[in-house]
């Protein structure tokens, strides 16, 4: 196949996008990127004419009969369709058979032909230079949702990342923000062979592509599911609100869930001389303040403004309603959970939370939550740190019960000054980035919240491509603590 059939159906396939270029391109000429306009005649044969390209062009890729269940809501009804599991950029297929909206990078519009095409369907762009683009997103999406079905639908991965369809991972909150009926739409691919994954482990987007190309015929499924409309709860909770449509969805599916993400993945494998341990803590609380909404306000000014708020407090211990008080929330079950993390004789200091929560937020960039935990530790009058205050910014870096910093605090404090800067510790990462390993640190095994939040991976062989299942054994009792929604 790779040298009669695959190479006939890469040059038509290639031909179709070519020949779509010029409708998407006259149906873009003078759109307005910020306002919708009534849809033309003309502008509606466009519409059809593209859909059309688009169908053969899938059905010279082998995917020659699409099965479509349920019926597609209007926009009027779920102006959002919550689309899973994501798995392939193979799931455009139903994005060109509705010439539904899309949340794409900004950078897509600057590629030839293929940007044209995008801008056609009005996509939702994010900037990775713009720090802010996550708000403006969110704002984007809300503003589209609430149009009264004037915008086209907003078709959203609710879980951000692909996957080998296996299992559903958290659902990120943002296509749920704005509180509107959204539309769940399940995604299969029935092959006897899999050759449609696309994930961070296993073969690359040319490989893949080539394999499915070489199918004689490649199945696809989609399943639109009744709309979910939120209730009041829901409205104001947008983690709950997502939990309960993956929920739903993973029934529909047949599939289990995890309460992790990819990014808590990218946490886990996250390499430097600050790599996580095995039995770390710092997973469950990624889970945990994902599930509070904390992560989504996130930025880098935020973890400042924390750090300096916890630096005032002059490492004043909370009790749990005092944390709760700090974090603005009730004392749920989650709050209590991290609470546990953290407390020590019934209070914590939240200062050990503030480091955590940029480890969380900012896994590529130790350095700077280090530094960040200096800045909330050390005297004011010489801006150094003693043994036990780096005994407790680095077990609280790496999410473990102890850390042994004795020998390694003497290698450091060189002069024997009795505290060390940030600099100080800097110097010695670089000429010594082993240093945990070298030095001994980690001396305990598995701390008990760790081993509680985390036990249910043990032993169990890695279930959904990219992280091992933390799934819980009973099936009847995940996200249970989430499923509040009243009949």
Known sequence: MSVTLFPVRLLFAAFMMLLAWPFAFVATVGR??????????????????????????????????VRV?????????????????????????????????????????????????????????????????????????????????????????????????????????????????????????????DTISWTWQGPGAFKILWLTLCQLHNFVEIEYLPTYTPSEEEKEDPALFASNVRRIMAKALGLPIIDYSFEDCQLA??????????????????????????????????????????????????DLESFAQYLNKSTTEAVQDIFSLFEEHG???????????????????YLETIKLAFRMFEAQEDGGVVEDELAIILKTALGVGDFAVCDLFRAIDCQDKGKITFDDFCRFMENCPDFVEQYHCLLEPIPQHSRESTSPSESRPSTNGFCADFSPRDPNTHSDAHCKKQD
């Open 269 to 318: 494998m996250a390499k430097g001389p600050l790599r996580l341990p095995t039995h770390t803590c710092l997973l469950e609380l990624a889970r945990l303040v994902r599930s509070l909404g904390l992560k989504t306000r996130v930025t880098d000014e935020v973890l400042h403004e924390e750090a300096s708020r916890a630096h005032k407090m002059c490492g004043s211990r909370l």
């Open 69 to 193: 269940k349920g019926r597609p809501a209007l926009p009027s009804e779920a102006p959002i369709l919550t689309m899973a599991p994501h798995s392939s950029y193979f799931d455009a297929i139903p994005v060109t058979m509705t010439m539904a909206s899309i949340v794409m990078k900004a950078e897509s519009k600057d590629i030839p032909v293929w940007g044209t095409l995008i801008k056609f369907i009005r996509p939702v762009f994010v900037s990775r230079s713009d720090q802010d683009s996550r708000r403006k997103t969110v704002e984007e999406i809300k503003r589209r949702a609430c149009s009264d079905g004037k915008w086209p639908q907003i078709m959203i991965f609710p879980e951000g990342t692909c996957t080998n369809r296996s299992c559903l991972i958290a659902f990120k909150p943002g296509a749920f923000i704005p509180g509107v009926p959204v539309q769940p739409v399940l995604l299969r691919y029935p092959n006897e062979m």
């Open 32 to 65: 307005s990127e910020d306002a919708v306009e009534p849809l033309s005649w003309w502008r509606g044969l466009v519409d059809l004419a593209l859909k059309a390209i688009m169908r053969a062009m899938w059905f010279s890729g082998g995917f020659h009969w």
């Open 347 to 365: 209070k914590m200091d939240v200062r050990e939370y503030v480091i955590a929560l940029s480890v969380v937020c900012r896994p590529f960039r």
